[in-house]
Every structure is written in C-alpha cells, then in structure tokens.
C-alpha cells in the first residue's frame, strides 16, 4: 500500500495501465487495500474505469471493490467509465449496479455538479453508452446544477442521432437549463442547424426566451450563425422580437460584427421597419457600428436606409459617437451621408466637435471642421470647442482650431475665455 508522490499505490498504477497481471497477483493478498485513494480521491476502480480495461474492472469487482466509491469532484467509476467512452466497462460497472436496489437511481448518480453518467457519455458523445444506459431505464430529464438535461447537451455538442435517441426515450425538449435555455436556444447559439431543424420538427417552442430576453433567432444573430438564422426564418421565427434591453436582430448582428448575418437579415422586408429602431439606451443599429468603429457595416446600413440623424436618449447623433471614440474613417462616411450633423448637439448641447475636442482627436477635429463644424457652437456651460480643448490640455487640437480660426475670446458663463480655462485646469503649454 505503499503511495508515491501522486497518493497512487502499485494497485493504482496497475490498474491505470491495464496491466491485469500485476493486478492478478496483488488482490489476493489480504494486505492490498482496494479503496486507498490517491490525490484526487480516486481508488483503483477510478483507475481502470479511466483506462477502460475490461478484464481489470472485473477482476477488481469479483474482489469486492466498492463500486459507489467518489471522487473528490463526485465522480463514481461509472461516471468516469461514461466519460471516458468505455462501453465494455459500463456494461461490467451496470451489471453490478443492477444487481442491487434500487438500481435505477443508482445508475443515475451525481457527482458534485450533479452530472448522471448519462450527462458524461452524452457530453463526449458516446452514443452507445448512451443507449445503453437508456435502455436500463435511466431518465434523460434528470438536470444538472446548472439545469442541463442530456437533451440539451446533445444540442450544444452532439448530433441528431443523439438527439434523437434521448427524446424516443422520453427528453423532454422545452425544458429550462440556467438562464431559461432551452435545447432549442442552445443548437441555436452553437451553429447546430440539423439539430435545430430536429427540435422544431418535434415541436419544440420556436420563440421561447432565455432570462435576458433572447429568442432562439436573436441568440443565433449574436453567436453569428448563417445557416441557423435562415432556417430559423424559413420556420417562421419572429424577426422583430426584442430582448429585454429592447435590441432586435439588426442591432445584435451589428454588436456581433457580422456581415454575413446582417446581410441575410437585411434581404427580408422586415427589416425596413427594423433598421432605425432604438434600444434600451435610445441607441439604432448605426449607432452601435458607429460607436465600435464597425466602417464596412455602417456602409452597409447607410445604403440599406440606416438614418445618420437618428438621436438616442442622450440627444446623440450617429456622429457624435464615432467622434466619442475617435473613429476618423467612420466620421467620413456619416458625414458624406448627412454633413449637417456636424452641428447638430446632445443633450448638454455638445456638437461633434465638442466630442472629438474632449477627447483631443485632432484628426477627427479636422473633419468636422473642413465639413463646416461651428467653431464657435456653446455648449450648455457656454464653451466652444477651443474651450473645452484648453480644459482637457489637448494642445494638438487647440492648435488646430487656432488654425481653423477659432475665437480665443469667446466667455462662457462665468465670463471665462479659453485662456482662463487653460489655467484653472493648469494647462500651461
């Protein structure tokens, strides 16, 4: 019984390398302990459901080894014989297990995350493993710790065999996981269109949410499947559906930076009354690929009737939050669209170029400049934007509103000019 660095006796290392021999010759004597556990809580039995070895897991059952012995994560050896895709193992694991009572429960046993074996062949997609715990009369609907049937494992990673053999065996296909994930929600979000296709033939709920809102269709838009999001609008998915922060399709494949979903969403005729609708925050698609510096998607959503104007709940334009977050090539494009908004103002009364002078992005200043940005537009405490780039100490910028023209003695408020403003906030150069 002596253990090694690992806690591993020569009965451990035996059984993990199939060396039935070895074993042979240890069990018969009365000093060997079977149920010595190593670092991870693990006996020989662990050890040879790991491998898989057939004849070492039964010479270890006809010497009495505790086949209920866990892991320190829960694991029994007919979770890691399930997990590990040994069917011979599983078989000689059952046949002891079903010699006892209660044997249907026992096959279903938890490990601390409560995952059955069944979670772990199907998991690892070990399809006769799964059958054949199906047939000993095991329940597909037994939920893991966080709510995940085998049904809808089989729907993130398996395939339609899978699926199929756990709902002949009675899979329940609306069940809730964490997050009121559906099977259906989580074929959709893991580009799983044969899946998804099976589910709905077995009338699984096309337009059941998660707990943030998201439709099966919304969920694919974001995890930027194709070939879901089309079939899912064959099958008659709802293609104005909100989650609960009020953004729909479009504004999900913008935030998701897919072109190729959002070209497939545009080509439907719904999508015109969709393209300018705002979100929790007020905020349009455009707003949302103008603020992540998305260039190709804004052209796109211009040319598709996107309005550049459109104002969120912070009276910003399209234009005022590329200039937020210094996108030049972005600020092009809005401004080829609709030069105009170059003086339109927030809701504290900030044009664009007040934006981008906050910040000190020259090259954006530039822009709005040369496309007629008001060098002297007040903001709601009356500073222009060389005033606001005096506070920030943004030299660059100063220096090209100076060369723009910029007046160096228009007073704010407090009867302030740029210079003073400079030097409270000790911006000396």
């Known amino acids: 019984n002596a253990i090694d660095a690992w806690g591993m006796t020569p009965l451990h290392h035996a059984s993990l390398s199939g060396n039935a021999h070895v074993v042979r010759c240890l069990l018969p004597y009365p000093s060997v302990d079977k149920e010595v556990t ?19 897991v039964r010479l270890l059952l006809s010497h009495g080894a505790n086949i209920h012995a866990v892991d320190k994560k829960g694991l029994t050896p007919l979770h890691i014989a399930a997990k590990e895709g040994s069917l011979q193992a599983v078989r000689l694991l059952c046949e002891q297990i079903l010699k006892e009572d ?49 049904l809808h494992l089989a729907a993130m990673r398996g395939g339609v065999p899978m699926c199929e053999l756990l709902v002949k065996h009675g ?30 033939d077995q009338g699984a709920c096309i337009e059941d949410r998660d707990v943030e809102g ?70 349009t698609p455009l707003h949302h690929a103008a603020r992540n510096a998305f260039l190709e998607i804004v052209q796109i959503l211009l040319r ?16 005022h939050a590329a200039c937020h977050y210094n996108y030049p090539n972005v600020v092009r494009e809005i401004v080829k669209q609709d030069a105009r ?34 060098l002297e537009a007040k903001n709601y405490y009356e ?19 100076l060369g723009a023209g910029a007046s160096v003695n228009s007073v704010d408020k407090m009867k302030n000019r740029p210079l003073h403003i400079a030097a409270q906030f000790g911006n000396t150069t």
Not at 259 to 273: P, W
Not at 363 to 374: F, H, K, N, Y
Request: hydrophobic letters at 40%; charged letters at 25%; one cysteine or more.
């Open 171 to 200: 899979a329940t296909t609306d069940v809730l996981a964490d997050g009121n994930k559906t099977p259906l929600y989580l074929a959709a979000t893991n580009d799983r269109p044969l899946i998804v296709a099976f589910l709905l």
């Open 38 to 56: 190593d670092k991870q809580g693990r006996t020989a039995l662990h050890n040879a459901a790991t491998l898989g070895d057939a004849e070492v």
């Open 304 to 319: 598709h009737g996107a309005k550049a104007s459109a104002k969120n709940s912070s009276e910003e334009t399209t234009l």
């Open 102 to 150: 209660n044997p249907v429960i026992r096959l279903s046993r938890r490990d601390k995350q409560n995952m059955t074996p069944l979670h772990y062949a199907v998991e690892n997609n070990h399809i006769e493993i799964v059958r054949f715990l199906l047939e000993k009369g095991v329940d597909p609907n037994f939920p893991s710790s966080t709510g995940l049937t085998a």
């Open 383 to 401: 500073w222009t934007p060389l005033t606001v780039a005096c506070k920030n100490g943004n030299f660059d910028t100063v220096s090209k509103l």
């Open 341 to 374: 908004l170059v003086n339109e103002t927030d809701i504290h009364w900030n044009t664009p170029l007040h934006v981008a002078a906050q910040g000190g992005y020259s090259e954006t200043a530039a822009i709005l400049v040369e496309a007629g940005a008001d």
């Open 214 to 283: 998201n439709s099966p269709l919304l969920g694919a838009v974001d995890s930027g499947s194709v070939e879901v999001v089309r079939l899912l609008l064959d099958r008659g998915a709802d293609v104005e559906s909100r989650n609960n922060d009020d953004r729909n399709v479009l504004h999900m494949a913008v935030l998701s930076k897919n072109e190729d979903v959002l070209q497939v969403l545009l080509s439907v005729k719904a999508s015109e009354l969709l393209i300018n609708r705002k979100d929790y925050d007020g905020d």
